[in-house]
């Protein structure tokens, strides 16, 4: 079993609707990052998340340590939100380990 | 600030050449850490150094090595290469690691292909 579960792999969306991709975890970790990453590679941090909740602008990331369950979700899509969403997942100092990716589409 | 560099972009190269990227930190970060990315396997960890010094490596062969300077910057090689090591290899910087309240600087990647 891997130790972290994105779901759902594909999502796609029109304009405007409100989406949320989800992250299950198995270990026990310092803390959970939620990764964009556009075509072209680059990946830009979204959040990094050890407890509660944090928002910026249309996003919004909550994390339930008790469950090991983590949530991102984003309010009125937007074209420009389709990318690969990307939970990774830090239990040491040195490395991440990630989730396989959400790939949303958001259509006008 | 300048945020991460990687060089170069995209490379092209021969079955059993070696290859050697380059990531260059954000100012002031003392750990550095590499990822291969293909499209099979997704995300996955091959080594972190830093202070100049390997903390933790993943679980690839020995054809990739890396190191880091003494200005933070780091480079990784490969040699030998083989078709299946085509991949975006991205670095991502931090000041010390990945504990609690770090957060994640990445760079482009270099995109590596192997004919």
């Known amino acids: 079993k891997n130790e972290v579960e994105q779901s759902p792999q594909n999502l796609t969306a029109q304009e405007g609707e409100f989406i949320t991709i989800n992250c299950s975890y198995s270990v026990g970790i310092s803390a959970l990052h939620w990764l964009q990453q556009h075509p072209g590679g680059g990946i830009v941090s979204l959040f990094m998340l050890s407890s509660g909740k944090k928002k910026h602008g249309r996003l919004i990331a909550t994390i339930n340590i008790q469950e090991k369950h983590s949530s991102l979700h984003i309010t009125a899509s937007h074209p420009r939100d389709s990318a690969v969403y990307i939970c990774?997942?830090?239990?040491?100092?040195?490395?991440?380990?990630f989730g396989t990716g959400t790939r949303l589409q958001v259509f006008p | 600030k300048a945020g991460v560099t990687q060089t170069p972009r995209y490379l092209i190269k021969t079955r059993g050449q070696q290859v050697t990227l380059s990531c260059s930190p954000i100012?002031?970060?003392?750990?550095v850490s590499w990822y291969q990315q293909t499209p099979g396997q997704g995300l996955q960890f091959l080594f972190e150094?830093?202070?100049?010094?390997q903390r933790n490596k993943g679980n690839f062969p020995g054809r990739f090595s890396g190191r880091q300077f003494s200005n933070s910057r780091s480079e990784m090689n490969v040699s030998t290469l083989e078709l299946g090591d085509s991949a975006l290899y991205l670095c991502a910087s931090s000041l010390a690691g990945w504990g609690p309240g770090t957060e994640a600087f990445f760079g482009q990647g270099t995109r590596l292909t192997v004919v």
């Open positions: 150094y830093f202070s100049e010094t």
């Open positions: 100012s002031g970060h003392r750990s």
């Open positions: 990774a997942l830090s239990y040491n100092t040195d490395k991440l380990i």
